[in-house]
């Protein structure tokens, strides 16, 4: 642990939203607890549990008794990500004082790992680099890059990175990202499932940077129809996301927190057409053409899955009041 010379203690915590997650759960931790400190910085993990009925409530107290004060365990029997998200805020604005400040908080999903140990200390030298920049986002590499799976759906990510990679695209993973705490308690998180990263991109366009040189491994399904479930997920979570996106534009409450921006590079950027076009003629190995192909197919799948579910969602629900799904 460092002090300044103020005598205020900086922790950075690295927030973790686990639901379920007993089988990655202590490797994600252990990635964290395995980092280099920021100079003037103590780091602690904290597990937000919601609404777990496997061993991971456990895992996190074994591992919090192993590593004292540099652990902790929130649990909440309420399932979602974004309610997570919010009892973290909480925690933080209660602990965050005039004797510890928290400038920073780190996300990080359960089945994800920091690569090499120097992560938080890149993370830090960014934000200190630029004091205007609210967020960074990671370089999410799938783990199929570092093993030797053969099957469909390694292929697939394999396909699907290295055409990204391409595209330069700059945009917040909820996989893992940086974030400000004054501004993180400025996002405002609506309680129910839907794509908070593609949120927080919206709330902080222009003012935030995905860093190449951060890097993180997430853990991939281990086949198509664990991959046809996950990807039917996102969609629904992206399409949440958009409706309430039109929902708060038609009642008047602006979305973006800032007006214009720290430059043409910190925009919140997708594949644009040109781009997209010139990266697939550009792509010269037709076997990734190929498995790109499939993996349009599996969006669109996503796509009409996701059309039927909400249209049985919304005979009940308001979209102020949508339930958690899992």
Not at 12 to 41: C, D, F, T, W
Not at 174 to 193: R, T
Not at 295 to 321: G, M, P, Q, S
Request: aromatic share 12%; proline share 3%; net charge positive.
């Amino acid at each position: 642990m460092f002090v300044n010379n103020k005598n205020i203690i900086k922790t950075l915590p690295v927030a973790i939203m686990a639901h379920n997650e007993e089988k990655v759960i202590r490797r994600a931790v252990e990635s964290v607890l395995n980092q280099n400190i920021p100079g003037g910085y103590s780091v602690k993990v904290v597990v937000v549990a919601n609404g777990c009925s496997d061993r991971t409530e456990e895992i996190v107290n074994y591992l919090a008794r192993n590593y004292p004060n540099k652990v902790l365990l929130i649990s909440t029997p309420e399932k979602g990500k974004t309610k997570a998200i919010n009892k973290a805020i909480k925690y933080f604005e209660q602990i965050s004082n005039t004797d510890c400040q928290i400038p920073y908080v780190i996300f990080l999903d359960a089945d994800c790992e920091f690569i090499g140990n120097d992560v938080l200390m890149n993370f830090i030298t960014r934000f200190e680099s630029n004091p205007l920049l609210c967020a960074i986002g990671a370089n999410c590499l799938p783990d199929v890059f570092f093993n030797s799976r053969k099957d469909i759906v390694s292929k697939i990510y394999r396909a699907i990175d290295r055409f990204r990679e391409s595209l330069k695209i700059n945009s917040i993973s909820g996989m893992c990202y940086g974030i400000q705490l004054n501004i993180l308690k400025k996002i405002g998180f609506p309680e129910f499932q839907f794509a908070e990263d593609m949120y927080v991109s919206s709330r902080l366009n222009g003012w935030f940077l995905k860093d190449p040189n951060i890097k993180i491994i997430f853990k991939t399904p281990s086949d198509l129809g664990s991959e046809l479930k996950k990807r039917s997920r996102q969609e629904i979570s992206a399409k949440r996301y958009r409706e309430y996106y039109s929902y708060l534009k038609k009642k008047g409450i602006k979305v973006e927190l800032f007006k214009g921006s720290l430059g043409e590079g910190y925009k919140w950027t997708w594949g644009k057409g040109d781009n997209i076009v010139k990266a697939w003629i550009n792509l010269t190995d037709v076997k990734s053409k190929i498995f790109l192909m499939l993996y349009i197919l599996i969006r669109i799948y996503a796509k009409v899955k996701t059309y039927w579910v909400l249209k049985k969602i919304r005979k009940n629900e308001d979209i102020d009041y949508w339930k958690v799904m899992r």
